[in-house]
């Protein structure tokens, strides 16, 4: 079935636009290129004679006695694009309603890219309407619009083009048309012209204001037929307002959207002279609710300057048309209300009214259907949809909303577009609902407002939290049944992860789509929530809303304890490294601000800002006043090593004299240990580290280790004697792990020859840890001098098989050609292996013949790549074979 008069039926502008259906069915044909179009004298017009060649439009009018041609007439410009174009050109002569003519004249891009003459992207065609002038009204050519059709411009959705209709009017001639196509107005997707001027015949000119009926007259033929009842007043009235104006095609005073405001007041107008058939207004409407009917309140109490009624008008929805015939002239029943009862159910999500034919005014002329009076405003006061669910308040469908079934999600797209009243009804039924109307009840509350939605999410995201936190029923004896609390004595056994709570997550998701408007309410749980609702709510507060986070976590850190003083000092670190939380922070680090808080408070401030404490103005001094106070505890020493550390890295020396002396003088172990560690990262600190690396604490020396272990693989330079002082540590400390520490060091450190030789004496040490840490060394400093040492270790059956992998590693990065067919034998045991050290050496040789690389290696590996090896290894193979060799071919 067509639906438009349109080529096409697609809204997008540059597929519909452009070129009328209807114009290659009026009178006349299309000219040749050469041959030139002569369109005779009519009644008051002169005569109109046009050519078309490679050179442009030549017009001429003749007075109506005369013979007519285009020799010596006007040249009328065209665009520069047009020009190479004109060869495929059409004059097309139309004949309007009072006999008069024009012609039409087409230009078609053809597709052609914008270098052979259309612009870019062009598919429509370029149109020139011509008309000789009326008789005694001049001898030039009249061009009463030239311009491209079917070009869209605009972004995607809201991109427009110029479209040219001409409309056949039966036997009587036609109208011509000049309007827009839009994406963001159409007839329920149908290509609809707007903003439309018609061509005057008792003028010829454009005149504004033309009113044009999109829907075809076929599908007008095809409509089903529906005669409203009339009805009282209040039977248009609605409970729920299903239906939302989107866009109108004309209105007085650009009031659309009052044809469904729920006031029988306010009205929507048609904009254009004459009856207004084919203007319309489109409704978005919810697909999951069956539309029965259509109540309709014409005359709004206070009337209507120029108003009439329809007298029939059209319901389309995208797949269906309905014609409406209304029995009397509404404008004379003051409260008259009526009611439309569709031959069935549909659903849709756009609907559109139409207006056809209009009752005449008192005093206007013109026959059946056509008030002639230019100011006749046909006008439509209420258009409401009748529904199941008539009747029934926002309660009611809050209950319809339990079981998530067919009925639930049309109530459930009826409150969605019932504003508060019906949010407040789902809001308050919530909790009655089972889950799947509690996941509808969800969207209808996202519907609102963020102030409204806000105390609802924050409550959901309070209760959701709570439960998360609490263990399933028989979770905790059956931990103590299966030795889980005593796996690790004076440590909680941590618990499995809940699973995702669908609340919480929705709750969460649109807290932190509200944003800052949420910061109030949570603020108020973090302050005095339950201990995991305040958790939940501080980070999500910290997120949302960072500056008014940190005040709120402040406060709430006084009184936490534990697990939750934790998650909460977590979420003021990620609130304080915000930028828009700075001028907060800043606030909160000046000396009298921050003296009145607890010093357990100061302190997590501190430590939450991490690394930007050093550029936060006040931070140095807010750090002194608390290091610099007497008889400074354990607690403060320790926690004010990593912010001294912050400070040190900026420049600060005050901080970082004091993270020397807590390095080499603290009576504590464990504030030395503290510093140690957190020194790794100020270059200024490496003599002390090295003199920290024989503290008499070995957990002190392993820090101070680890610490230029760091140092070293960042590229710092450490200080002179330091390869010595750690060889010392690799060869007498008593403890492994120090050992082992010393080895990555020195590996770490750049090559040197006493570092090395300490390396190699580690091989004979009597821990495999050290051994192969002292094995990495060896291979990162490409050490070849001791290859013999490392060969050894590889070698050697006895040796622990991870020892035995790192040595090969280790000649692999020396380039040990020597250890080539080793390698491979061990490469191609690990095809069947007999245990798991064939695997572990054979993964180990291959990447040692992948840095090799010699010049036979695909024949080597060739039998690792049949499909009988193993996956793992088989991709090993070809890693190896695609590695980049790391060593000079001999």
């Not at 009842?229 to 659309?256: H, I, M, N, Q």
Request: glycine share 10%; net charge positive.
């Amino acid at each position: 079935m067509s639906r438009s008069p349109f080529r096409f039926r697609r809204p997008r502008l540059g597929a519909a636009a452009g070129v009328i259906a209807a114009s290659a069915a009026v009178g006349g044909s299309a000219a040749a290129q050469a041959a030139p179009v002569v369109l005779p004298h009519a009644a008051g017009q002169q005569a109109l004679a046009v050519r078309i060649d490679p050179g442009g439009v030549t017009a001429r009018a003749c007075p109506a006695a005369a013979a007519c041609a285009p020799d010596g007439g006007k040249v009328l410009a065209v665009p520069s694009e047009v020009a190479p174009l004109l060869g495929g050109a059409r004059v097309v002569p139309v004949t309007l309603a009072d006999g008069k003519r024009l012609a039409k004249i087409e230009v078609s891009a053809g597709g052609k890219p914008a270098g052979a003459g259309a612009p870019e992207g062009a598919s429509g065609s370029w149109v020139m309407l011509l008309a000789a002038p009326l008789a005694g009204k001049g001898a030039e050519p009249l061009v009463l619009w030239s311009g491209w059709t079917g070009v869209a411009t605009g972004e995607h959705g809201e991109g427009r083009s110029d479209a040219v209709v001409v409309e056949p009017l039966g036997g009587s001639g036609s109208r011509v048309l000049v309007g827009q196509l839009r994406d963001d107005v159409t007839l329920c997707g149908r290509p609809a012209l707007v903003g439309a001027s018609e061509v005057d015949p008792r003028t010829m000119t454009l005149l504004k204001g033309a009113s044009f009926q999109n829907l075809s007259a076929e599908e007008r033929r095809a409509a089903g037929k529906v005669v409203a009842e009339r009805r009282d007043a209040d039977a248009a009235a609605a409970a729920f307002r299903l239906l939302r104006p989107t866009a109108a095609s004309s209105a007085v005073g650009k009031r659309f959207a009052e044809i469904a405001d729920g006031d029988p007041k306010t009205a929507w107008s048609e904009g254009k002279a004459g009856a207004g058939r084919g203007e319309f207004v489109s409704f978005s409407s919810a697909d999951e609710v069956g539309i029965t009917g259509l109540g309709l309140r014409i005359k709004p109490p206070d009337g209507v300057e120029g108003g009439a009624a329809p007298r029939t008008l059209f319901v389309a929805t995208p797949e269906r048309l309905f014609q409406v015939s209304l029995p009397e002239d509404a404008w004379l029943k003051e409260s008259a209300g009526y009611e439309v009862k569709l031959p069935e159910e549909i659903k849709a999500s756009c609907i559109a009214v139409v207006l056809d034919d209009a009752y005449a005014p008192a005093g206007a002329g013109g026959g059946r259907g056509a008030p002639s009076a230019p100011e006749v405003r046909v006008t439509i006061a209420e258009v409401t949809a009748r529904t199941a669910f008539d009747g029934q308040g926002p309660a009611a469908l809050v209950g319809a909303l339990a079981g998530g079934g067919e009925r639930s999600r049309a109530a459930a797209a009826l409150l969605a577009r019932g504003g508060p009243e019906a949010v407040e009804a789902a809001i308050a039924g919530y909790d009655r609902l089972d889950f799947a109307g509690r996941q509808l009840a969800r969207g209808v509350i996202d519907t609102a407002p963020c102030a409204m939605q806000i105390p609802f999410l924050t409550a959901r995201l309070a209760s959701g939290a709570a439960s998360a936190a609490q263990p399933p029923p028989g979770a905790a004896s059956a931990g103590r049944a299966s030795g889980v609390a005593s796996a690790a004595p004076g440590r909680a056994a941590r618990a499995a992860p809940p699973e995702l709570d669908p609340e919480l997550h929705h709750a969460r998701d649109r807290i932190r789509r509200c944003g800052r408007a949420a910061a109030p309410a949570l603020a108020e749980i973090v302050k005095a929530g339950a201990a995991a609702a305040r958790v939940a709510a501080a980070r999500e507060l910290a997120l949302v809303a960072p500056a008014e986070a940190i005040p709120a976590l402040l406060d709430a850190l006084a009184g936490a304890r534990g697990a939750a003083r934790r998650e909460l000092r977590a979420a003021l670190a990620l609130a304080a490294r915000s930028e828009r939380a700075a001028s907060v922070v800043e606030e909160e680090v000046q000396i009298e601000r921050l003296r009145a808080r607890p010093e357990d408070a100061q302190l997590d401030l501190l430590r939450a800002l991490g690394p930007a404490l050093g550029r936060v103005k006040g931070g140095g001094a807010a750090f002194q006043a608390l290091a610099s106070a007497g008889g400074a505890p354990f607690e403060r020493r320790y926690l004010l090593q990593a912010p001294a550390a912050a400070l040190a890295r900026g420049g600060e020396a005050p901080a970082e004299a004091y993270l020397r002396a807590s390095l080499r003088k603290d009576a504590d172990a464990h504030v030395r240990l503290r510093a140690a560690e957190v020194a790794a990262d100020v270059p200024s600190l490496a003599q002390d580290l090295l003199a920290a690396a024989s503290d008499p604490d070995a957990r002190v020396r392993e820090a101070a280790i680890v610490a230029l272990a760091r140092a070293a693989a960042a590229g710092a330079k450490l200080p002179a004697g330091a390869a010595e002082a750690l060889a010392a540590r690799l060869a007498s400390d008593p403890w492994t792990f120090i050992r082992g520490g010393a080895a990555l060091a020195i590996g770490a450190m750049p090559a040197t020859t006493a570092g090395d030789r300490a390396l190699v004496g580690a091989l004979a040490d009597s821990s495999p840890e050290v051994r192969r840490h002292a094995l990495d060394g060896l291979g990162a400093h490409r050490a070849t001098a001791h290859i013999e040492a490392v060969r050894d270790r590889a070698e050697d059956k006895e040796e622990d098989i991870e020892v035995r992998a790192r040595a090969i590693l280790a000649l692999g990065a020396m380039c040990d050609a020597s250890s080539v067919d080793l390698w491979t034998r061990l490469a191609l045991r690990a095809k069947a292996p007999i245990g798991e050290h064939d695997q572990r050496l054979g993964s180990a040789a291959l990447a040692a013949l992948g840095s090799v690389h010699p010049a036979d290696l695909p024949a080597r590996l060739k039998p690792l790549l049949d499909k009988d090896t193993p996956h793992g290894l088989r991709e090993a193979a070809r890693a190896a074979l695609s590695a980049a060799p790391q060593c000079r071919r001999r």
